[in-house]
T-cell receptor, first 113, second 113 residues
Framework: AQSVTQLDSQVPVFEEAPVELRCNYS??????LFWYVQYPNQGLQLLLK??????LVESINGFEAEFNKSQTSFHLRKPSVHISDTAEYFC???????????FGKGTKLSVIP | ETGVTQSPTHLIKTRGQQVTLRCSSQ?????VSWYQQALGQGPQFIFQ???????GRGNFPPRFSGLQFPNYSSELNVNALELDDSALYLC????????????FGPGTRLTVL
């Protein structure tokens, strides 16, 4: 079975500062990795995903995540955050050959003006 | 392009009652997944439907059941409601490839009293 650990439940950061949201996973088989964002009273939106190939993946709004197989991590980073990035971020894994997403408990990012 | 929609937005039931939640897939998507998100937790996979058949199930009891219709819309039915069933129920639609993005609806907030 797969599991996901998001190491920080809440991360406050000042506007225009860099941020890293940490995600570690556990799986005995190959997995795909995802980051989703959830704004208040909304559903989940895909931010970025790693399927194969380059271990560094980027989103259109400046986030990036790097797949590190040896450390079983997929940390999310942004060099300069905006107020609009305030949301809850969920890391998820999907076992190769499965359709089921397994989510972490989420990290609430609060950007302080 | 119409996104994933869910109804109702909110619902209050009492223990022992039955509930039906509805989901309309994004245009062109024939696969629907349902997730339960308890307060302060990440979403948990309930089951997935593809071409009107259940295509995978998470660790949920049989009183959680579903349907998918020829137009790919879907229902989640929960019988004999328990207090712990109070949660946000999310529907996600996708194309059948396991690497295709799951697009989430805004969810239905169920409260069981």
């Amino acid at each position: 079975a797969q599991s996901v650990t998001q190491l920080d439940s809440q991360v406050p950061v000042f506007e225009e500062a860099p941020v890293e949201l940490r995600c570690n996973y556990s799986s005995s088989v190959s997995v795909y990795l995802f980051w989703y964002v959830q704004y208040p009273n909304q559903g989940l939106q895909l931010l970025l995903k790693y399927l194969s190939g380059s271990t560094l993946v980027e989103s259109i709004n400046g986030f990036e995540a790097e797949f590190n197989k040896s450390q079983t991590s997929f940390h999310l980073r942004k060099p300069s955050v905006h107020i609009s990035d305030t949301a809850e971020y969920f890391c998820a894994v999907m076992r190769a050959g499965s359709y089921q997403l397994t989510f972490g408990k989420g990290t609430k990012l609060s950007v302080i003006p | 392009e119409t996104g994933v929609t869910q109804s109702p937005t909110h619902l209050i039931k009492t223990r022992g009652q039955q509930v039906t939640l509805r989901c309309s897939s994004q245009s062109g998507h024939n696969t629907v997944s349902w997730y339960q998100q308890a307060l302060g937790q990440g979403p948990q996979f309930i089951f997935q439907y593809y071409r009107e058949e259940e295509n995978g199930r998470g660790n949920f009891p049989p009183r959680f059941s579903g349907l998918q219709f020829p137009n790919y819309s879907s229902e989640l039915n929960v019988n004999a409601l328990e207090l712990d069933d109070s949660a946000l129920y999310l529907c996600a639609s996708s194309l059948p490839s396991m690497t295709d993005t799951q697009y989430f609806g805004p969810g239905t907030r169920l409260t069981v009293l």
